[in-house]
């Protein structure tokens, strides 16, 4: 198990990780997507969806989402639609000249991110790929703690007695 010293400084360096985009992204403002909308063209990607549930999957509150929604919608990059299993129920869904600046943006970004890391081995990339991938799905559990387990009699599975 991890000691706090050691957990401490993993969060330390993600807390700077994400100063830096945050900067970087400050930076290069000549009216490129913020983050939250960026993650909300990368959601949609894969199809319609509710905002509800881009908001989870990009794990920012309903609020942030719509406002961001309503940004993305003033510039063309997404549309509502009426959703066809419920009427009082709107659906996202990325326009062609929101997919066209996701790929404009992710070629941009990736660029620039490989770039900076240019001096890195294909050994380094997927070490770091596979820690990342672990450290999200674990620190998962702090944002979605797991149900508690049922500790009463009443949730145990019952046997049926053959005899009576």
Do not use: Y
């Amino acid at each position: 198990m991890i000691d706090d010293h050691h957990a401490g400084q993993i969060l330390a360096e993600m807390v700077r990780i994400a100063r830096t985009f945050h900067r970087a992204g400050q930076n290069g403002r000549e009216r490129s997507l913020a983050g939250t909308e960026f993650g909300i063209l990368q959601c949609l990607r894969g199809g319609d969806a509710r905002l509800s549930e881009i908001a989870h999957r990009i794990q920012v509150s309903a609020a942030v989402t719509s406002r961001a929604v309503v940004s993305l919608e003033t510039e063309g990059l997404v549309e509502r639609r009426t959703d066809p299993h419920d009427a009082r129920a709107a659906r996202i869904s990325m326009t062609a000249a929101g997919r066209a600046r996701l790929v404009e943006r992710e070629s941009r970004v990736v660029a620039e991110f490989g770039d900076a890391l240019g001096d890195w081995s294909a050994a380094d990339a997927e070490q770091a790929i596979a820690l990342l991938a672990r450290l999200n799905r674990d620190l998962g559990a702090v944002i979605d703690p797991p149900a508690p387990a049922a500790t009463d009699a009443s949730a145990a599975p019952t046997r049926k007695d053959s005899a009576g």
